[in-house]
């Protein structure tokens, strides 16, 4: 359960700085992220547990 969290903060941060690669804000990115990155968690463990 800590690799998954790690996992996500890590990945939090990555799409954070990739937003603003795109000329978004870190903070924008990072925030979407945390909110989308559980969803998108949720989806694939139905889809593939």
Known sequence: MGLLLILWLVGSILVGFYAKGKGKSFKAGFWLSVF??????????????
């Open 36 to 49: 989308v990155d559980p969803i998108l968690a949720w989806i694939l463990l139905a889809i593939f547990a």
